[in-house]
């Protein structure tokens, strides 16, 4: 799958998804010397100044058939994982019509490695990446998996093993609570199939960290790394959600800490992804903990992090769009890329009720005069009238760039408190636990 195109031609790129991920490639895209007509299916409600948006659902190949042709795409890429998970990659392989286009996401069986918490946990094994024991269990192992939980320490690690919207990792601190989590995973299927197994993990103590890398199934390049908030309430507390925000870089990812990453962690899973004859090609992020120094993979992701993207994109100081042309025509190692050693934090405003259920349709107001920051809109649209809405539990990411991290957070929390619709919370605590580091 390589990228036929014609110079000077402008090349015509298909970004599939509606996120703040999306925007803020969307913007990054927008940057490019090279010349190019972007379309996004479906987008969001900040992307109209950008883009051309196309009201296409990400797992509807059908329709992104049609859409490819007609409009003479010659690059497709995949922002959110379900329709990695579900195969595009291969949908457009297969088919005689569309495999002359570059698809930037990882084959069907590439994506289970985030589609499938066990299908990765045994290829870390397989591939001795450094991650914490486990077992897997189904419903008819559930005797066996209270066993096991028996065996461990708490806090105890429910992982379902499919995809669940960011929301199927559970950590209880109670044996109690973690068997009445399990039952409620395997027996009453809480996230349908996606809990018909359950990943059991020991809990490891450490710090979180994202990192990310963009490959070609041969080479690799390193992106910035950065920190996210998944839990809803200050000082990490309430329960889990798409993320409330990130920060770029981390402190601790220091050249020690990061050539354990490259050597104990990338490579051999670029080396496996070789040896296991996956086709992937585009980003893989690696959840990381850095227990004592030492870093251990929590899971992999198939493609870039959000909140993630909005805080390392902006850091990037090379243009993504050749980046992605490298990275179909599998010369990625011709490549270099450099970051800006600014600060980056992004602090999300979400929906009153969110990570529960929440209302949309939300008037947003006071969104234009916001120095300082770039918005990455997520869960908005554009009304009948004319005006932007909520709709969705994650609404918009206030990013912003600082020479030091307190400068950036102090344009983000200021611009975060300007904009106004119904319902709005933002953690103002974003980045307090990595100031002690500093």
């Known amino acids: 799958m390589g990228l036929h195109r014609k110079n000077h031609e402008p090349l015509n790129i298909l970004l599939i998804g509606s996120g703040g991920r999306e925007h803020a490639i969307a913007w990054k895209l927008s940057q490019s010397q090279i010349p190019h007509c972007l379309y996004v299916a479906p987008g969001n409600g900040g992307m109209a100044p950008l883009v051309e948006m196309v009201d296409i659902q990400p797992t509807n190949f059908p329709a992104i058939k049609t859409f490819v042709l007609d409009k003479n795409i010659q690059m497709v890429l995949v922002g959110p994982e379900d329709p990695l998970v579900k195969g595009i990659r291969d949908f457009f392989l297969q088919d005689p019509a569309l495999n002359h286009v570059a698809v930037i996401g990882p084959s069907k069986t590439g994506a289970m490695l985030e589609g499938s918490k066990d299908f990765a946990k045994q290829f870390m094994i397989r591939h001795g990446i450094p991650t914490a024991r486990y077992q897997t269990f189904c419903k008819d192992s559930f005797q066996e998996a209270l066993r096991f939980l028996n065996s461990l ?41 996606s809990s018909d197994k359950v990943v059991i993990e020991e809990y490891l103590v450490g710090i979180e960290l994202s990192v990310f890398v963009l490959t070609d199934g041969l080479s690799w390049l390193l992106l910035p790394e950065a920190k996210d908030y998944k839990r809803v309430g200050e000082r990490d507390t309430g329960p889990n959600t798409g993320g409330m925000g990130s920060i770029s870089p981390v402190p601790f990812a220091d050249e020690t800490f990061m050539a354990k990453v490259k050597e104990r962690i990338i490579e051999p899973t670029i080396r496996g992804i070789r040896q296991d004859r996956l086709d992937y090609s585009g980003f893989i992020f690696f959840g990381l903990m850095n227990v004592k120094g030492d870093p251990f993979v929590i899971e992999y992701n198939v493609r870039l992090g959000d909140p993630e993207a909005e805080s390392i994109l902006p850091r990037i100081d090379a243009d993504l769009l050749e980046l992605l042309i490298a990275t179909a025509e599998k010369k990625l190692d011709l490549q270099t890329i450099t970051f800006k050693p600014d600060w980056c934090t992004s602090v999300f405003l979400v929906s009153g009720g969110y990570p529960g259920p929440f209302q949309k349709g939300k008037s947003i107001t006071h969104i234009h005069d916001i120095p300082g920051s770039i918005l990455f809109h997520a869960g908005t649209k554009i009304a009948s009238d004319g005006s932007l809405v909520t709709n969705g539990g994650r609404v918009i990411s206030v990013t912003s760039l600082g020479k030091t991290l307190q400068e950036a957070l102090g344009h983000s929390i200021e611009n975060a408190e300007r904009i106004e619709f119904e319902g709005k919370y933002f953690r103002k605590d974003l980045g307090q636990d990595l100031i002690q580091l500093l």
Request: glycine content about 8%.
């Open 153 to 193: 320490q708490p806090p105890y690690v429910l992982k379902a093993d499919g995809l669940a919207a960011g929301k199927g990792v559970l950590i209880c601190p109670t044996l109690q609570e973690a068997s009445a989590n399990l039952h409620d995973l395997l027996i009453e299927r809480r996230f349908e199939a």
